[in-house]
């Protein structure tokens, strides 16, 4: 735990196609950790959408964001391009080797890793793009929520609210994070036990796989080309 008298510093990078629930499921905790800031950052100071279309305003462009002590990286479609851009990932790297605590929600893990920071690390990430996790050098893990040292990987998408209590008590302790979960009445009863590959009905698994092939397929390419560039032979799992 951080000395409470300590001001935290918490960013978010946000991007067109982001996947909304990857960052404002993480920002009902994360703006609510005692003692802290919280502020939106994107390449410039401007509008983004969702990959649904909701209206996003960054706060300030990464360009001016001060050094974070928590840095917190959603993912959805739009990760793939920022998976070959020096000026997010080269941001991201700098954020990262001052952060306190660096926080990866879904495809967030695939822009680190394009950054070169997931070699030999413990990571997760969403199912359908677990398998790609080598190309980047990461250690695949298959769970909701993954601590490796200061580094705290959300499997996919509503995961991130459980990766953001695990932050919160890192960051403030136990006692915190639970008040923090009790303010968002965050007790969940899913009325379909469907929210794992291994849970969902086969049928509904085979849907959704077919719905997401290309641009999984798209990942797997460009996760290619990021391994060849950081020099990573490690195939992916299957």
Request: aromatic letters at 6%.
């Amino acid at each position: 735990m951080i000395d409470p008298d300590r001001h935290l510093n918490i960013g978010s990078l946000i991007f067109d196609g982001i996947d909304q629930i990857d960052l404002t499921g993480p920002f009902e905790v994360l703006a609510r950790i005692p003692n802290s800031t919280y502020r939106l950052y994107g390449k410039t100071d401007g509008m983004i959408r969702d990959l649904k279309g909701l209206r996003i305003m960054a706060d300030a462009a990464m360009a001016d964001a001060p050094q974070l002590d928590v840095l917190h990286i959603p993912g959805g479609f739009g990760q793939e391009a920022l998976m070959e851009d020096e000026a997010v990932l080269g941001w991201v790297r700098r954020q990262a080797e001052g952060a306190h605590s660096i926080f990866s929600v879904c495809t967030g893990a695939l822009v680190c890793g394009a950054a070169g920071l997931l070699k030999g690390r413990r990571a997760t990430t969403h199912w359908a793009s677990f398998h790609l996790l080598p190309y980047f050098g990461a250690i695949p893990v298959d769970e909701r929520v993954v601590v490796d040292g200061n580094w705290v990987f959300a499997a996919g998408v509503t995961a991130g609210i459980d990766g953001a209590l695990r932050l919160a008590a890192e960051l403030r302790g136990d006692a915190a994070a639970q008040a923090i979960q009790l303010h968002m009445v965050y007790a969940p009863e899913p009325p379909f036990d469907a929210g794992t590959p291994a849970s969902a009905p086969p049928e509904v698994l085979a849907a959704t796989r077919e719905s997401v092939k290309a641009i999984t397929a798209q990942r797997e390419a460009t996760a290619r080309r990021v391994a060849d560039r950081l020099g990573i032979t490690a195939a992916a799992s299957p």
